[in-house]
């Protein structure tokens, strides 16, 4: 059969190169803040998408998340700043795929997984201690320990119009924390 791989591209000498291939698939990657690791999705527990870790050349691999249900999958993995946890978004099978239908998680690297709240992409703040969440109708800063969340920029459009965030929207932060790209 024929499975999703993640690519390694040098872009000095222009190669791509198969990192992460074997009888699952692996997808969805990210890297830590140090460069070292790489967290990403395999599904090769029962069909089940896992959250996994693994050196930059695909050794060391490592499952982290072990929960599964018939109702949700996981996806969008990112490592805390100082790449102890990770954070992650699971999204309903069915529905809309509007933010508040999915649930951001944290765990450690043990696989101790916790709800922090309703909503979806999840970005560490660069102190490590808060997360930005989309929810509707904009992006709020969660506190990990107390999650309380509290709306930093709601979304509008050029003519004023709320955005309804949904599951495609793409947010990124910059490393020091002070530019966002929505």
Same mark, same amino acid.
């Given at each position: &059969?024929?499975? /999703?791989?993640?690519?390694? %591209?040098?872009?000095?000498?222009?190669?791509?190169?198969?990192?992460?291939?074997?009888?699952?698939?692996?997808?969805?990657?990210? %890297?830590?803040?140090?460069?070292?690791?790489?967290?990403? =999705? +395999?599904?090769?527990?029962?069909?089940?998408?896992?959250?996994?870790?693994?050196? @930059?050349? *695909?050794?060391?691999?490592?499952?982290?998340?072990? +929960? +599964? $249900?018939?109702?949700?999958?996981?996806?969008?993995?990112? %490592? $805390?700043?100082?790449?102890?946890? !990770?954070?992650? /978004?699971? @999204?309903?099978?069915? *529905?809309?795929?509007?933010?508040?239908?999915?649930?951001?998680?944290?765990?450690?690297?043990? &696989?101790?997984?916790?709800?922090?709240?309703?909503?979806?992409?999840? !970005?560490?703040?660069?102190?490590?201690?808060? @997360? =930005?969440?989309?929810?509707?109708?904009?992006?709020?800063?969660?506190?990990?320990? /107390?999650?309380?969340?509290?709306?930093?920029?709601?979304?509008?459009?050029?003519?004023?119009?709320?955005?309804? *965030?949904?599951?495609?929207?793409?947010? +990124? =932060?910059?490393? $020091?924390?002070?530019? =966002?790209?929505?």
């Amino acid at each position: &059969g024929k499975y /999703t791989a993640l690519y390694n %591209f040098d872009v000095i000498q222009k190669e791509l190169t198969k990192f992460l291939a074997d009888s699952c698939n692996n997808f969805t990657l990210n %890297f830590s803040k140090n460069g070292e690791q790489i967290a990403y =999705l +395999s599904d090769c527990q029962e069909n089940t998408a896992q959250i996994f870790i693994a050196d @930059l050349n *695909g050794e060391n691999r490592k499952q982290i998340t072990k +929960s +599964s $249900s018939a109702e949700e999958t996981k996806t969008r993995p990112v %490592f $805390s700043p100082d790449g102890k946890k !990770l954070a992650f /978004t699971t @999204l309903p099978f069915e *529905g809309d795929i509007l933010a508040e239908e999915s649930n951001v998680y944290l765990t450690d690297l043990a &696989g101790n997984e916790e709800l922090v709240t309703h909503g979806a992409m999840p !970005l560490f703040a660069p102190d490590g201690k808060h @997360l =930005l969440i989309l929810k509707n109708p904009g992006l709020y800063l969660v506190d990990i320990e /107390t999650k309380e969340a509290e709306r930093v920029i709601e979304l509008r459009d050029e003519n004023q119009e709320l955005i309804i *965030g949904k599951i495609n929207m793409m947010i +990124s =932060l910059s490393p $020091s924390g002070e530019k =966002l790209a929505i």
